[in-house]
């Protein structure tokens, strides 16, 4: 019988191509997605300013005995003094301190700025001048200096932590980042970045002749007990960027999502295209069984032909797969949503995953419609090929129902999610609900035949009537030609209208609390906390606030301590944070007091949400921890209201300040007094940039620019994701439908032969087109509706989605054009031969 299976390919390429390109693309996806998924496991970000140091010591950035891992966001700072003790350790031959600071060349535009001695970390060479040994001297990347046409000699103008200095370039160097990279004595820059006494990473390079693994060890056993973690091999770029532990790790959930996502696509529509390619040939397994073909030889001649398909195109589809993964993994990177510095890793895993989930759906899918096959007695066998009368089964309506189930599961924890938490739920809902309607879907569409069967007559005549009776008698078919409309519509109308939801609930969050009418930054890191109360003596300005945004974290009431399993143990709750001056806070922000009263933010204090407080009476002292790692305890003296999921808590600035990486104030919010015009008073603030360098006075605007690309980097992000999923679900439509059409072939000449025009069976293959475009749509907009509906109750609080209906209108019409156009065509080309051409076809 595999012989057989074998030979019967050829007479069915339609269906061996439209079921090898599905599988195809399918495992491609796959196989990419579950290198990225690998990839966030590993996390590897090699070294680059770092490289040269076999060994880095740095603040170790995780969040200890804690359920779920989480990362402080602001970098740990290190005692200057471990860099001595650790190179009192046997086998280290030298103990390297490295700082590194944000900075503003007068000319250039933005640097970091490190010490000269870490230099010899990357490594950095001279090619003109000398190192900085004088306080005024500094040394240039090449780049950076051919950039701005500075050479040695010359001096320049340096804006670092809120001031200005004139420094003269005393060389050039070479080295990884030499485009924006300037260097400081060591004294000095670690005075311009006020980190006298601390650093940010040591790195350590072992003595001639020892071994590299183990003064590795030795280090770890000497800075046991401190928060500090001694990193080799690739986890060295950790220090580079400690935001790759916190956005690295983002990459699992997000290549698991998307992972996830492609492969449900995968199964459906690898099964969809599988089953419609074998109920074409229900007239050529009926005739078997009337020779006496046995149901196990049935059995191994469709398994046989889907194993001969399903292992040559997954074996093709490994040879793009990992460089798929590479791309996806390059685009999120371009986006801003991982850090640039993680590198690819994927194994076999992801290969093998890939694989093995299009061989089991194909198996799968081949052996059901196998089983459908072998059970039909030979007698009956002719008869069911002929009139279909097996179009449901109790299992798929079982299951279907069972989906439904889930579905409704889920809608309920989406609408009682945080806004920004909604998404997470809403998209495996999105599948869910698909899987449900696809299963219910030949239900549906005999439902709607049946509705529209005479109104179709009515309005398109003969054509139209003999369209409705053909997929009354072909329900099942009719259902596999739906599918992929389905999916490609309901999924790009539900993504789609996910992130526009999600990006309307952060703006309106955003726009709801700026009350401000000019905003003050700084071209050089930040500004000095006591500038507020300058800036609030200024005439025409009403009031002015810091604001220092970060994130902290609620103390569990029992002790953090190491336990057994990630499962146990108590967590911490992560709460957005943000360093606020009280006076003015009512007339720059939409804050209010709850309880309690904002005024009373002075020395160590908070005001919590309402949602987090529950637990908490004023007055009480709630254990916390800054993003430092910091632990505070901190006396309770407000509770605020707040959008839910954008909740913030409040604490002074100055309590915040001085737990940040930079230690000054990113932005000040200042509010006009009545009458004041705007222009003229970021004007008239724009002087104090006399007494502080770098100062920038702007409209709002700018933190509306900002809000906005932080919106277009998740709105890439989805796009992205959507792009793929629903480019293969689209491709899969144009697929099936085209497949269903060209193995019409034999009915076509048929319809020729008793005199039907090419016009006429165009005109009935119309109707068919446009109701299985209806139907698909109508499922489509089910499983979008049953998704965004409590995402945006819970995102919104309406049951109306955000974004434009232009979307919808462009969706529909799209999915509706590209399957009239694919099933005409198709068509049409089916019907370029002779009516009497009927003789050869094969069957």
């Known amino acids: 019988m595999i012989r057989i299976a074998l030979r ?48 880095v010591v740095t603040g170790d950035q995780r969040y200890e005995y804690t359920q779920q891992e989480l990362v402080f966001p602001e970098r740990l700072h290190m005692d200057a003094a471990l860099a001595e003790k650790i190179a009192k350790v046997p086998g280290v031959g030298s103990a390297v301190q490295d700082i590194s600071f944000p900075a503003a060349l007068g000319r250039g535009g933005q640097v970091t700025g490190h010490g000269w001695s870490s230099a010899k970390l990357s490594p950095y060479k001279l090619t003109d001048g000398t190192a900085p040994a004088a306080d005024d001297q500094i040394v240039l990347g090449e780049k950076l200096a051919g950039r701005t046409g500075l050479k040695s000699g010359e001096r320049i103008e340096l804006l670092v932590h809120g001031t200005e200095k004139s420094y003269r370039v005393s060389g050039l160097a070479t080295g990884p980042d030499d485009g924006g990279d300037v260097f400081l004595a060591d004294a000095e820059a670690a005075t311009a970045a006020d980190r006298v006494g601390r650093t940010d990473n040591i790195g350590v390079f072992p003595a001639s002749g020892a071994n590299a693994r183990d003064v590795a060890s030795a ?16 986890d060295r770029g950790r220090a580079e960027d400690p935001g790759v532990i916190a956005d690295g790790s983002d990459l699992i959930p997000l290549a698991a999502a998307f992972g996830g996502l492609s492969a449900m696509v995968t199964v459906f529509v690898v099964a969809s295209t599988l089953g419609l390619s074998i109920q074409q040939r229900q007239r050529e397994m009926a005739l078997l069984r009337t020779i006496g073909t046995t149901p196990g030889q049935l059995r191994r001649l469709i398994l046989g032909e889907t194993l001969f398909l399903a292992v040559v195109a997954t074996g093709l589809a490994t040879i793009p797969g990992p460089p798929f ?38 198996i799968g899918s081949a052996y059901i419609a196998a089983q459908a096959a072998a059970r039909t007695r030979p007698t009956e066998a002719l008869a069911e090929a002929t009139l279909q009368r097996r179009w449901f089964s109790a299992f798929r309506l079982i299951v279907g129902l069972l989906c439904l189930v889930g579905g409704a599961a889920l809608a309920w924890g989406t609408a009682g999610s945080a806004g920004p938490d909604a998404a997470g739920v809403a998209t495996p809902a999105a599948m869910v609900w698909a899987a ?24 398109s005549g003969l054509a139209g009537e003999l369209a409705a009776h053909n997929a009354r008698a072909r329900t099942a078919r009719l259902a596999s030609a739906v599918m992929p409309v389905m999916l490609a519509s309901g999924l790009a109308v539900g993504l789609i209208y996910m992130q526009t939801t999600q990006s309307d609930g952060a703006d309106r969050a955003f726009e709801e609390n700026l009350r401000a009418d000019v905003v003050v930054t700084s071209a050089s890191g930040g500004l000095p906390l006591d ?39 108590p967590q911490p709750t992560e709460v957005s944070m943000q360093g606020v001056t009280p006076q003015g806070l009512d007339r720059t ?39 430092d790692g910091s632990h505070v305890k901190l006396k309770l003296v407000a509770t605020v209201d707040g959008r839910r999921g954008y909740e913030t808590a409040l604490v002074p600035a100055s309590v915040l300040v001085g737990h940040t990486d930079g230690g000054l104030v990113p932005q000040i919010m200042v509010s006009a007094t009545d009458g004041t015009d705007k222009g003229q008073l970021a004007a008239s603030l724009s002087k104090l940039g006399k007494d502080q360098p770098g100062l920038q006075v702007a409209g709002t605007e700018v933190l509306q620019a900002a809000q906005a690309d932080a919106n277009d980097t998740q ?121 009497g051409d009927m003789a050869g076809i094969k069957e």
């Open 8 to 55: 019967t390919l050829r007479f069915h390429k339609g269906g061996f191509i439209a079921s090898f390109l599905a599988l195809f693309f399918g495992a491609v996806i796959v196989i990419g997605s579950g290198g990225l998924l690998e990839t966030g496991i590993h996390n590897a970000a090699p070294p680059h300013r770092l490289a040269a140091a076999p060994i």
């Open 589 to 627: 922000t939409a804050f209010h007091a709850a309880s309690g009263t904002l005024s009373a933010l002075r020395g160590d204090s908070v005001a919590l949400p309402a949602a987090y407080a529950k637990d908490h009476e004023l007055g009480d002292l709630v254990p916390m921890r800054l993003g």
């Open 325 to 362: 993964g590479r791309w996806l993994l390059s685009a999120f990177a371009d986006a801003g949503v991982v850090p640039e510095s993680i590198a690819f890793r994927a194994g076999s895993v992801p290969v093998v995953i890939g694989v093995a989930t299009a061989l089991l759906t194909a």
């Open 531 to 569: 500038l507020v109360d300058t800036i609030r003596e200024q005439p025409g300005v009403a009031a002015a606030s810091a604001q220092i945004p970060t994130t902290g974290y609620l103390e569990p009431d029992e002790p953090m301590r190491p336990s057994e399993g990630e499962d146990k143990g």
């Open 715 to 835: 709105a890439w992000m989805a796009y992205l994701v959507l792009g793929v999923v629903v480019g293969y679900a689209t491709l899969a439509l144009i697929n099936t439908q085209v497949l269903a059409t060209t193995e019409r072939r034999k009915e076509f000449m048929l319809q020729r032969l008793i005199g039907a025009t090419r016009r006429q069976v165009l005109q009935m293959m119309t109707v068919e087109a446009s109701l299985v475009a209806l139907a698909g749509i109508v499922l489509g907009l089910l499983v979008a509706g049953a998704t965004l509906v409590p995402l945006s109750m819970s995102v919104l609080g309406t049951a109306l989605p955000g974004g434009s209906p232009w979307v919808l209108v462009v969706v529909l019409a799209g999915a509706a054009a590209l399957t009239l156009t694919t099933t005409l065509l198709a068509a049409g080309a089916v019907l370029r031969g002779r009516p």
């Open 436 to 459: 449900a309607f696809g299963l219910l879907g030949p239900v549906v569409v005999r439902g709607m035949v049946a509705v529209l069967r005479r109104p179709v007559g009515k309005v």
């Open 219 to 234: 280090v770890r056993e000497v800075v046991d007990g401190a928060p500090v973690t001694v990193l080799t091999g690739d």
